[in-house]
């Protein structure tokens, strides 16, 4: 049964007759109620599977990554949504996870540059490029983050190199030799502790050692 929340003229919450009253990013809004279908043709069935590899291969970084950078500029889209808007098309065999984005945004990105290894494979040190170009600053914090595409695992730096570094060692426990690597980086601009800018993130395949 639905509600009207503030009379008449007043937003509503679930289904009223042949409509259905409802919330989405702060908007309230009200659409035809239409009877759910399942329907089991081939192109839906694919359209599933590549939906939950995108799922499946993001969940891991939903709160640290995709809420922690979605571009404030980007007001009707949650990060997470507009990962699996962007990146579905591309969860089929031979996927290239270096296409995959995992943020997107305005602030100017650097593209990752060698990737020296160390301790058997168990730590990377991974350079990039230190041009700020139009809006990008030498304080601009630092994001990496790495999966094992071998085992699905993610790893994340830890917090505190900014841009002007031009390298951030990242612990990988439980590479191994020939795995399989994606190394991805963005970086952010805060005004104290708000979001201002981001970038959008850029990737580069490694082979674990």
């Given at each position: 049964m639905g509600k009207l929340r503030s009379?008449?003229?007043g937003n509503i919450r679930g289904k009223v007759a042949g409509v259905v009253g409802s919330q989405w990013k702060d908007v309230n809004y009200v659409?035809?109620?239409?009877?759910?279908?399942?329907p089991q043709t081939v192109a839906q069935q694919a359209q599933r599977s590549k939906m939950a590899l995108a799922v499946a291969f993001i969940?891991?970084?939903v709160g640290t990554v995709l809420n922690a950078y979605s571009d404030p500029f980007?007001?009707?889209m949650s990060g997470f949504n507009r990962f699996i808007k962007t990146n579905i098309s591309l969860f089929e065999s031979g996927i290239d996870y270096t296409d995959v984005s995992l943020v997107a945004g305005k602030l100017q990105g650097s593209e990752i540059g060698t990737i020296d290894s160390a301790s058997g494979g168990q730590s990377y040190t991974v350079h990039w490029s230190d041009s700020n170009g139009n809006n990008g600053k030498p304080s601009d914090k630092v994001?990496?983050?790495c999966r094992n595409n071998a085992t699905g695992r993610w790893y994340q730096a830890?917090?505190?190199?900014?841009?002007s570094d031009g390298s951030l060692t990242i612990f990988t426990p439980g590479v191994g030799a020939g795995n399989s690597l994606t190394f991805y980086i963005l970086f952010s601009q805060y005004s104290g502790t708000k979001?201002?800018?981001v970038s959008a993130s850029t990737a580069k395949n490694?082979?674990?050692v």
């Open positions: 009379g008449i003229l659409r035809e109620y239409v009877k759910p279908a399942n969940k891991p970084l980007q007001k009707s994001c990496l983050v830890i917090d505190g190199a900014i841009r979001l201002q800018l490694h082979t674990g």
